[in-house]
């Protein structure tokens, strides 16, 4: 893998912060490519010799993030952690970048990265159904998994838009709890 110089990435980096800055502040669909170019003081054409366009720019952010959300699941497995050790790890990420997802999340994209989130989910927890508990034995596994990953979507997005009621452990355990149920 080629090494990626220094100054695109801290300009990449300035314009991912410049989209979230500005998020806060306006609707996504609001925010032109000058306004992102001012907010991270460069040309407007540096932009284009990054992305796209604005949606690619969001769209490549968001990606980074399930990315790493997917880094942290095979680790997870490797180390072989509890489902709730890896879910504290999961809040802990959302803590730490809590300004990228409260914002999206409040934004007219949230749609776009609860799918790819649910997708990941989905990837990662088809295999832990187990349809041979007494409580799911007469149910469709699929209708299992997506109880399943729509209410982690649900909880998570709840945590992060009521501004984190409760520490990640905290969160991981309920929800761990609730989970192994299922699992």
């Given at each position: 893998?080629?090494?990626?110089d220094r100054r695109?990435?801290?300009t990449q980096e300035s314009l991912k912060k410049a989209v979230i800055e500005l998020m806060t502040e306006k609707n996504f669909d609001d925010i032109t490519i000058q306004d992102i170019a001012d907010q991270a003081n460069v040309n407007r054409g540096t932009i284009y010799l990054h992305y796209l366009d604005k949606y690619d720019l969001l769209d490549k952010l968001i990606e980074e993030h399930i990315?790493?959300?997917r880094v942290m699941c095979k680790s997870a497995a490797e180390m072989d952690l509890d489902f709730v050790e890896s879910?504290?790890?999961?809040?802990?990420?959302f803590e730490s970048n809590y300004s990228f997802f409260?914002?999206?999340l409040a934004s007219s994209k949230a749609s776009s990265f609860r799918s790819r989130f649910q997708e990941l989910l989905i990837e990662e927890m088809k295999n832990d159904i187990d349809t041979t508990k007494v409580i799911n034995r007469e149910l469709n596994e699929e209708v299992i998994l997506q109880f399943?990953?729509?209410s982690f979507v649900g909880?998570?997005?709840?945590?992060?838009t009521k501004g984190m009621p409760c520490p990640p452990r905290v969160?991981?355990?309920?929800?761990?709890?609730?989970?192994d149920r299922n699992l």
């Open positions: 893998m080629a090494k990626v695109v990435l801290k990315n790493e959300l879910n504290v790890g999961w809040f802990e990420y409260s914002t999206l399943i990953v729509t909880i998570a997005e709840w945590w992060i969160i991981a355990v309920q929800l761990g709890i609730l989970m």
